[in-house]
């Protein structure tokens, strides 16, 4: 196999075709009978024509046991939480996952899991992130010092926001290929994780800034009529207020879309996509989904915005303190658009420890629910059980192959 970190074969084009796997409440196989027919396209580095493993659920020796009467070995009563039901062998978990459908709390449960058995990596890289994305935001909140006014804010985002971007696309790259290694259970340190996203990070950068326009476009475009209207000089109320509600008519659709494209990220950096190609394969893989989805990611940021909140809150409050003395002197003064030096560098720190830990957790979540999408539509648990060297599922083990070892996530 070659050493690349997608699920599809190198500079494949064609994603696989919808509804290749049987839904998670379908019967499972009977002792017996054949397996279900498999359509996925070859993946993890396989090459087309080369023999399957069997389908999941399925265990070597499938039949009785030798000298006996019985079901194999593994089948009967199972722990509380595996398996798919009573009597059904329990799902393999070589890393994070088990390797079959996964419910919400297991797709957190694996997000939480990724950043604590991979702290160095996760949590290191995000707080490096967040040092120079909050250092950016302060000083040049410090360089304008309030001189422009009520557009200090707005020209402190404007400044900040394109190194903001950057970073965020570089974080999101880095610990995509991080999730990656933590669902086959391997180890993964920075310099591995740069090395499989170094050659698709232009393509994310594109890809990241292509997604933002569609998004803002779509409101930009709901609101013209608004803008068009202020920008004549016509102030009549009542229509003012429909234009508005017409405006916000478009933030609904904007969200639509949004999570349309959510999963176009993971499809770029893991299976070797162009920018145009992961967009239609996000589509496809949420396609019937949507909802799931959405409901997913709304959770998720709400989780990582409380616990934010939480670490925050206490620098935010200090800052407060420190700076209220200097802060009502400026009020007093007739000055206003900033804030205390003391104040912004307190907030900055609980900004920096509060991005460490809630920006590994929601990019493993965007991840997992690709990987979950792939398990659910095209049977990539089975390819994942053979590439983290899985006897039971036609994996050797990484130590039996010769060459380079095989192709990652």
Do not use: N
């Not at 999730?179 to 996203?197: H, M, P």
């Not at 698709?200 to 933002?212: D, F, I, K, N, P």
């Not at 200090?318 to 009020?331: N, P, Y």
């Amino acid at each position: 196999m070659t050493d690349t970190p997608g699920w599809a074969s190198p500079g494949s084009s064609e994603p696989p075709r919808d509804g290749a796997r049987p839904t998670a409440d379908a019967p499972a196989a009977v002792p017996g009978q054949s397996a279900p027919p498999q359509d996925t396209p070859p993946a993890w580095g396989t090459a087309p024509g080369a023999p399957q493993a069997p389908y999941a659920g399925q265990q070597p020796g499938w039949g009785t046991r030798p000298g006996h009467g019985g079901p194999p070995p593994g089948w009967g009563p199972q722990p509380p939480g595996g398996g798919y039901g009573w009597g059904v062998p329990q799902s393999p978990k070589p890393g994070v996952i088990p390797l079959r459908p996964l419910g919400l709390g297991e797709i957190l449960d694996g997000a939480v899991s990724t950043v604590r058995k991979h702290w160095r990596v996760t949590l290191g890289l995000a707080l490096g992130v967040a040092v120079v994305q909050q250092g950016a935001s302060l000083g040049a909140q410090l360089a304008i010092q309030g001189d422009t006014g009520d557009l200090t804010p707005v020209l402190t985002a404007l400044i900040s926001l394109p190194l903001s971007m950057l970073l965020g696309v570089v974080a999101s790259a880095l610990l995509t290929m991080v999730v990656s290694r933590a669902v086959l259970g391997q180890a993964v340190s920075i310099g591995d994780a740069w090395r499989d996203a170094k050659p698709r990070l232009l393509q994310l950068v594109g890809l990241t800034l292509l997604t933002g326009l569609i998004a803002g476009g779509i409101v930009l475009l709901g609101f013209a009529p608004l803008i068009g209207y202020l920008v004549a000089g016509a102030e009549e109320p009542a229509i003012v207020g429909l234009l508005v509600i017409v405006g916000l008519l478009s933030l609904p659709v904007a969200i639509w879309i949004g999570i349309q494209l959510s999963l176009a990220a993971p499809a770029l950096m893991l299976e070797k996509q162009g920018v145009i190609t992961a967009l239609s394969r996000s589509r496809r893989l949420v396609r019937r989904s949507w909802w799931r989805i959405c409901g997913i990611t709304v959770l998720s940021q709400i989780i990582a915005a409380v616990v934010g909140g939480v670490i925050s809150t206490p620098f935010t409050i200090a800052g407060m303190v420190i700076g209220f003395d200097d802060f009502v002197g400026q009020v007093d003064s007739g000055q206003s658009g900033s804030m205390p030096a003391a104040m912004l560098v307190a907030m900055a720190i609980g900004g920096v420890l509060s991005s460490t830990i809630t920006l590994p957790f929601t990019a493993t979540i965007g991840v997992l629910l690709y990987v979950d999408q792939r398990i659910r539509r095209e049977a990539l648990d089975i390819e994942l059980a053979r590439a983290a060297g899985l006897p039971e599922h036609g994996g050797t083990g990484w130590g039996d192959q010769a060459g380079p070892a095989p192709a990652r996530l």
